[in-house]
């Protein structure tokens, strides 16, 4: 079982920055393919983020460059640091651990993001 909780969330406006945290526990808990999702209301879930299994991150094309993932293992938490935020970027956020190092999907419950213009 893994357990998730996302903090960090809250209202800024466009251009400036927040960093999301992700609290990771459990017995199976591993550090690995970690990932952060948004969802944006009436859209659908979409990636934004990843750490895969060899610990390299990939990004969503339309953070193009503006955001940045992390993880601090002895702290059991992924971070997320989002810089230059648009308004296009209002959703709630969500931190999943999914497969192949977990045999299913775990989620959080999310955090919410705001950015006015």
């Known amino acids: 079982q893994v357990q998730l909780e996302e903090s960090g969330g809250g209202s800024v406006q466009a251009g400036g920055s927040l960093r999301l945290a992700c609290a990771a526990s459990?017995?199976?808990?591993?550090?690995?393919?970690m990932a952060w999702f948004r969802q944006a209301p009436g859209m659908e879930r979409e990636e934004v983020a990843r750490?895969?299994?060899?610990?390299?991150?990939t990004y969503a094309a339309y953070v193009d460059g503006r955001f940045r993932v992390s993880r601090d293992a002895t702290k059991n938490t992924l971070y997320l640091q989002m810089n230059s935020l648009k308004p296009e970027d209002t959703a709630m956020y969500y931190c999943?651990?999914?497969?192949?190092?977990?045999?299913?999907?775990?989620w959080g419950v999310g955090t919410q993001v705001t950015v006015s213009a």
């Open positions: 459990g017995s199976t808990y591993r550090s690995k393919c």
């Open positions: 750490i895969d299994p060899s610990g390299i991150a």
């Open positions: 999943a651990a999914l497969p192949p190092c977990y045999e299913r999907s775990y």
